[in-house]
């Protein structure tokens, strides 16, 4: 038999699907927390007890998404001893992450206008935007970058460059040449940064 922690959590991670898909379906202004009740077999007040409103449950669902955009990453870059190459690669992975239209409308469309640039970036900053902080840090310690290099505001640059690549992708035409030109254009100014 569950106990009521278990319960709690079980609730909570119901209400967070349920929201996530009724987020990317009809984007945070549209969304219905009915809608999102319904479809998570909850009740309003248990919406309301694990969340003060809806933007509340929004920021839970922009958090989650951007902690599995970075874990995503974090996943598939850990036991690469090259970090230059690391980053490289993590880069390809936020790309097409990013480009999945859930993940683009939740996290680069309606998470900043929703929650605000301040509170989206501090977001970020735990999540995809750390996995590309470190990933520079690792490449810097390794002597890929010059050790005067300022990784922060390299990291915020280079993750405004990709976030709109994001946007280049998603709305071309022609989606698997905007991709392959958006990697190229990142891989060279990554290699523009090497020491």
Known sequence: MATNEQRT?????GLL????????????????????????????GALYHHFKDKLALFDAVVEA???????LIDDATEDMPDAFASLRHGIGIYL??????????ILMLD???????TRWREIQSR???????EGLEAAQTQGALPPDLSVPVTASLFAAALDEAVH????????KQ??????????AMLDGLKA
């Open 65 to 71: 998404e951007d902690a599995r955009l970075a874990q």
């Open 17 to 44: 699907k349920a929201a996530r898909a009724e987020f990317a379906a009809h984007g945070y202004a549209d969304a219905a927390t009915t809608a999102i009740v319904s479809r998570a077999s909850a009740t309003r």
């Open 9 to 13: 959590a079980r609730t909570r991670a």
């Open 111 to 117: 998470g900043p206008s929703a929650l605000g640039w």
């Open 168 to 175: 280049v992708i998603a709305e071309s035409r022609n989606r």
């Open 96 to 105: 097409d992450t990013a480009t999945a239209p859930a993940t683009r409308r």
């Open 127 to 133: 999540h995809s935007l750390r996995t590309l902080r």
């Open 178 to 187: 905007a991709r392959a030109q958006a990697v190229a254009a990142a891989e």
